[in-house]
């Protein structure tokens, strides 16, 4: 049977992401409360990515459609063991950007692969990639001309590595699209071993 | 005196980063042959660097016109110091490819500024940078379709990092847009250090 590629988020850079593995699949993104039980980071994006690709994959999986393979991801910056989530309103973003300025911080990305196997059954693989940022000192007024650009206001830890905060960000340690959104490499490779492509 | 910017180089990727620094730029990319005295691959960026932008910043630079500010910028990789640079032909690309796959090389991006200061007198500065990427195994199968999409032929080790070849980079050290091919956050550093922004 015919594969169907879903991606359970509604994120306009995972989409444009995904792209650099699979040539077609949907967007269906997930409604569910993103609420986890876990404090540790890493534990958190993991679980907020399986329930996304869950809750996609139990929607629409029938066992005489075409096998679905759902993917759900979730991205957070964690600083000191704080998580920074996609701020508030201005002020929090101008916080934010004061935290993370002139340090190194870590970004998590969560990923879930939601499919069926060739009997129908369920299955699933879940792995989070980490991504280390040093960011330059900012002065206010930088973090001030930064914010105006609105840049920060859909984005976890408020920047965008790829939009105008490149300039600010000295160097990483992992996989680059980890930090916009989705760690590719890692999985391709995943999907890949699965026989998913 | 008004500051004029100018991009010393062609490249559409160069073009399109450096509007993360400054809004306003023109584009005449230096027309001297690309050839350097040195053999060491972070001294043959600086040269190459240099002499893009001291042809550029020489060939419009009057006393009496708005004050120039030229940047020049040399990409090369190296792999265990052998320099790799644009690929001839497609068998070429899919040999570069061979030897990153697999391992990590170096991308060293080399970058002049050419001004002239408040006294008309002209200045320059030059500095490279230096990012470690770590490619994944790839098969015959993975480098002949890669070597399809056209990709690798106008790029410095065969592959773009910002396109199909993202896949394949599992991991890199220091700045992404070093490897695009101009290193964005010490750019601004060095020009808001020196007063050109």
Known sequence: MKKRYVLASGSPRRKELLQKIVSEYEVIPAEGEENSISTDP????????????????????????????????????????????KPRD??????????????????????????????????????????????????????????????PMDKAGAYGIQGQFAIFVSGIRGDYYNVVGLPVARLYKEMKNLNLL
Chains 1, 2 share one sequence.
Do not use: C, W
């Open 90 to 151: 201005e002020e929090d973003a101008k916080a934010m950007l004061r935290i993370i300025s002139g340090g190194t911080h870590t970004v998590l990305s969560g990923v879930t692969v939601f499919y069926a196997d060739e009997n129908g059954k369920e299955q699933h693989v879940t792995f989070h990639e980490e991504t280390f940022v040093d960011v330059a000192d900012m002065t206010e007024k930088e973090i001030d001309s930064y914010v105006l650009t609105k840049e």
């Open 42 to 85: 890493a534990e958190m994006v993991e679980e907020l990515s399986f329930k996304k690709a869950s809750e996609i994959f139990h929607k629409i999986f029938t066992n005489d459609t075409d096998r679905p393979v759902v993917i759900g991801a979730d991205t957070v910056v964690s600083y000191n063991r704080r998580v920074l989530g």
